[in-house]
């Protein structure tokens, strides 16, 4: 069965500080990994990781695969309350790419 | 672009009611799939499809029917519906799977939020 993990399930920092999170992955057909931003509605888009090592970056938020040792990390620098959301990680699987999901990390940035 | 919609936007249905809720993308994304997503459990996949005419099943298919007549809709049929079934349901689309490249990436609609009684 396929397993995404995701940790930690909870975390509150304060504006300014620097977190990362983590996402596990045991999948068969491995094809990519997603990270995505969940608000209060919508999963929205971050990243999409194919490659072991190589470093995806957008602003202050960046995301890296080892495919060796199965795991991705989203580092999220200068937090800001804006930050604050569920982060889902996801692993793409098979012909059909077919997501599976971690349960999510919940932030909270406060001030 | 519209993007992905769904509708309606909260529904509340009684026991053993069917109902279906609709899911639409403008973007000509030939994959498209329905998941669920409930507290502490993450979203996860009831159906698929890869394209018009071909749909498949996910992880939670039981209770839920689906069909893909043309490229823009894919609609989720409640059968009987179940309390079980109260949750919150996305409809994601792409352009293509199964490439392991950007144009897998899903994109997901607003939602509907479900509840039966």
């Given at each position: ?60 938020l ?8 199965l ?11 804006g ?10 699987t ?18 | ?83 079980s ?29 479900l509840?039966?009684?």
């Amino acid at each position: 069965e396929d397993k995404v993990v995701q940790s930690p399930l909870s975390l509150v920092v304060h504006e300014g500080d620097t977190v990362t999170l983590n996402c596990s992955y045991e999948v068969t057909n491995f094809r990519s990994l997603l990270w995505y931003k969940q608000e209060k509605k919508a999963p929205t888009f971050l990243f999409m990781l194919t490659s072991s090592g190589i470093e995806k970056k957008s602003g202050r938020l960046s995301s890296i695969l080892d495919k060796k040792e199965l795991f991705s990390i989203l580092n999220i620098t200068a937090t800001q309350t804006g930050d604050s959301a569920i982060y889902l990680c996801a692993s793409s699987t098979g012909t059909a790419s077919k997501l599976t999901f971690g349960t999510g990390t919940r932030l909270q940035v406060t001030l | 672009n519209a993007g992905v919609t769904q509708t309606p936007k909260f529904q509340v249905l009684k026991t053993g009611q069917s109902m279906t809720l609709q899911c639409a993308q403008d973007m000509n994304h030939e994959y498209m799939s329905w998941y669920r997503q409930d507290p502490g459990m993450g979203l996860r996949l009831i159906h698929y499809s890869v394209g018009a005419g071909i749909t498949d099943q996910g992880e939670v298919p039981n209770g839920y029917n689906v069909s893909r007549s043309t490229t823009e809709d894919f609609p989720l049929r409640l059968l009987s519906a179940a309390p079980s079934q109260t949750s919150v349901y996305f409809c994601a689309s792409s352009y293509s799977s199964g490439s392991g490249g950007p144009r897998d990436t899903q994109y997901f609609g607003p939602g509907t939020r479900l509840t039966v009684l």
